[in-house]
């Protein structure tokens, strides 16, 4: 893989190449500052990805914002990574809303993040100049921009953009064209944004607004610069990091649970960070009260056992009995394994055999080095609702640290 650097220090550039011998001993990496031999270097797109500096108050940003023009934005352009001095937040939108197609914060940035960063770039661009990638149009939406898309799942894809004239990125969850058409699922969607707003915690994501145009229901919430679990859960996780996550995690399940709410579908791609410490759950799509009291809400949500993630499926929810708060705790479980170890506890070549092992299966044993946690996690994995920990208060009592 050839990597061109733009705008690093020398202790960047020294930094940059020790993680690369590390981590991905087969790239190449060509620094350059930012001038206009870089700029033509760069446009000419010989590189498989670009890495660009970005300084503490957002220096350089004007170059980002130039390149990411003359390249384009198409899904086979070549990949900018913006690699900044600070965790914020906002100065990671400003670098997405220039042009970036990742930002990297280099406080805590680890040669596995980093190598896998530059290898999901590069093969997302590899399949888009392979044909298999489809440029679309980007939907209109009143008071938006809509600058790309960043996800996509059977019922909406989610795309990256900027609200009016500020200066700060936000995602839009677009409802498919045809399941907007559906009044069953329109109804689900706007149950899913009122249950969000409903929910006011650090540890939930913010909401924006919620509407219709043209049509199309969407979502508007807040972006988040850190990425997801899962990202980190392949860089690995020391055990004292992943006991923090968990704390946080359970205050957000704690709030979900005191809103008389239960998730149902707690999964590493649900939780995000909007910097290096601070998390926040979102996806509230299979999300149903506690103690639903019409048929209507019930109906509205009795294929959540399909759309669920098998994976973090509790053992009740696998075998379609009624679930309550403590099968969120399960998939707290599964998490915390799955951070612990790198692998989540179960793995299975079909849903069958993931619900199977769920059911029935033994907790595996975790690797020496978080042995110390094996009790917590085989209470949260308990198959008996009634010998897990009762509630997300008594998780977080239990492992705060």
Known sequence: MHLLLLGATE?????????????????????????????????????????????????????IRQLAQAIGSSANSTPLIALTDEQESELAGRAL????????????????????SLKIAHAQKLHAQAGTAKEEKMPSVAGYRVLRCI???????????????????????IVDAQLARDETFVLRFARECKLLASVRHENVVRIHDFSVDANRPYLAMEYFAGGDLKSRIR????????????????????????AGLVHRDLKPHNIMFR??????????GLAKPIDPNTTAQMQLTQDGMVLAT??????????????????????????????????????????????????????????????????????LLAKNPENRFQSARELFAHIAI
Do not use: W
Not at 347 to 372: F, I, T, W
């Open 11 to 63: 202790g960047l550039r020294y930094r940059l190449a020790d993680m690369l011998g590390s981590a991905l001993p087969e790239s190449t990496l060509v620094a350059r500052n930012y001038d206009a031999a870089a700029f033509a270097i760069a446009e000419e797109q010989a590189s498989d990805v670009v890495l660009c500096a970005v300084g503490r108050n957002g220096e350089h940003l004007h170059f």
């Open 151 to 173: 996800g996509e799942g059977g019922m909406s894809k989610v795309y990256l953009a900027q609200r009016g004239d500020e200066d700060t990125p936000v995602v839009l969850k």
């Open 97 to 116: 809303l220039a042009g970036a197609k990742t930002v990297l914060p280099l406080p805590g940035l680890s040669p596995a993040l980093l190598a896998a």
């Open 310 to 379: 098998p994976l973090y499926m509790s053992p009740e929810q696998c075998i379609g009995r009624p679930q309550d708060a403590r099968g969120d705790l399960y998939s707290c479980g599964v998490i915390l394994f799955e951070m612990l170890a790198g692998t989540p506890p179960f793995v299975g070549d079909s849903p069958a055999a993931l619900a199977y092992q769920h059911v029935n299966a033994e907790v595996p044993k975790l690797p020496a080095r978080a042995a110390g946690f094996q009790s917590v996690v085989e209470k």
């Open 235 to 258: 860089g690995g996780l020391p055990a004292k990091t992943a006991l923090k996550i968990m704390m946080q995690i359970a205050k957000a399940i704690d709030a979900v649970h005191g």
């Open 275 to 284: 910097d290096r410490n601070q998390l926040a759950l979102v996806d509230f």
